[in-house]
């Protein structure tokens, strides 16, 4: 059963950068697409982006410009990195694994809670 | 981008009820809705995807219907497990988008 693991800083300053880790345990990252989403109160559940298992990137265009995602063959895990953050990008961030095809979110990680303040 | 619109984004009822939530999105996303329950502090669960096909594990009372732009999700008799949140997500289109979501309570 795929399970994933996430961390990264929960605390952060303004215009610091976000630096998030999922790690991909129980499968392999081929054949399927890695998806980074986030949750706040305001905003509710956004799709932030996702790569798949051949780097390739699609990346919510109001926030192209701040992100990127990568991935880590050799150590089954993919990464978010969210430049210049504001107040407004505080948020429960999670990873969760996309199904080629149907294009689903059959698993996700347990999220990491990521606040924003000076 | 596309807009998901659930509702009601609040509901009421027993156990034992059957409930409805509706989804509905700004343009055509086919059949490439799907359907999450989320308990507070985890992480949303997949229910129900491309609109009616039931996640491995998911008990069968959740069905799901529509395509095109119109989708619901019925749960047959409500269990005390259901009390819960619930979104709908559409895939069709990137940036795909999440409903505001659905809260379950106990009437």
Redesign the interface.
């Known amino acids: 059963q795929v399970q994933l693991q996430q961390w990264g800083a929960g605390l952060l300053k303004p215009s610091e950068t976000l630096s998030l880790n999922c790690a991909v345990y129980g499968g392999s990252l081929s054949d399927y697409s890695w998806t980074w989403i986030r949750q706040s109160p305001g905003k509710g559940l956004e799709w932030i982006g996702e790569i798949d298992h051949r780097g390739s990137t699609n990346i919510k265009p109001s926030l192209k410009h701040r992100v990127s995602i990568s991935l880590d063959t050799s150590k089954n895990q993919f990464s978010l990195r969210l430049s210049s953050l504001t107040a407004a990008d505080t948020a429960v961030y999670y990873c969760a694994r996309l199904v080629t095809g149907t294009r689903d979110l059959d698993v996700w990680g347990p999220g990491t809670t990521v606040t924003v303040s000076s | 981008d596309i807009q998901m619109t659930q509702s009601p984004s609040s509901l009421s009822a027993s156990v034992g009820d059957r409930v409805t939530i509706t989804c509905r999105a700004s343009q055509n996303i086919r059949r490439?809705l799907?359907w999450?329950q989320q308990r507070p502090g985890?992480?949303?669960?997949?229910l129900i995807?491309?609109a009616s096909?039931l996640?491995t594990g998911v008990p069968s009372r959740f069905s799901g219907s529509g395509s095109g732009t119109d989708f619901t999700l019925t749960i047959s008799s409500l269990q005390p497990e259901d009390f819960a949140t619930y979104?709908c997500?559409q895939?069709d289109t990137?940036?795909?988008?999440?409903?505001?979501?659905t809260k379950l309570h106990i009437k």
């Open positions: 490439y799907h999450y985890e992480a949303p669960k997949l995807y491309v096909t996640q979104f997500q895939s990137t940036p795909y988008s999440f409903g505001q979501g």
